[in-house]
């Protein structure tokens, strides 16, 4: 069974820092991309970063420069290191690991940036 649990998030103050992680257990994590979503309330689900399998990544416009995403393979663990945060950045956070006919989320983890 694929499970995807998420932790580091919480309450800072704009320009602070987070670091989220996600650990999977119950599949080959190596060989998968993965994702960082967040959902704001009252908005709909947005892709905040990506990696590949080979450690390709991407980032909304939104977040470029202030946010990067990795995964350490050995630890089956995936990052995202959050720096300058803004108010806008409020949102519940949630890794994603998509697979052929599939796509497993993490029960997600709150950030409020706040003063």
């Known amino acids: 069974q694929v499970q995807l649990v998420e932790s580091g998030g919480g309450l800072v103050q704009p320009g602070g820092s987070l670091r989220l992680s996600c650990v999977a257990s119950?599949?080959?994590?190596?060989?998968?991309?993965m994702g960082w979503y967040r959902q704001a309330p009252g908005k709909q689900r947005e892709l905040v970063a990506g990696?590949?399998?080979?450690?390709?990544?991407n980032y909304a416009d939104s977040v470029k420069g202030r946010f990067t995403i990795s995964r350490d393979n050995t630890k089956k663990t995936l990052y995202l290191q959050m720096n300058s945060l803004k108010a806008e950045d409020t949102a519940v956070y949630h890794c994603?690991?998509?697979?052929?006919?599939?796509?497993?989320w993490g029960q997600g983890t709150q950030v409020t940036v706040s003063a």
């Open positions: 994603n690991l998509p697979t052929i006919g599939y796509t497993y």
């Open positions: 119950g599949i080959i994590f190596s060989g998968y991309p």
């Open positions: 990696i590949t399998s080979g450690g390709s990544r």
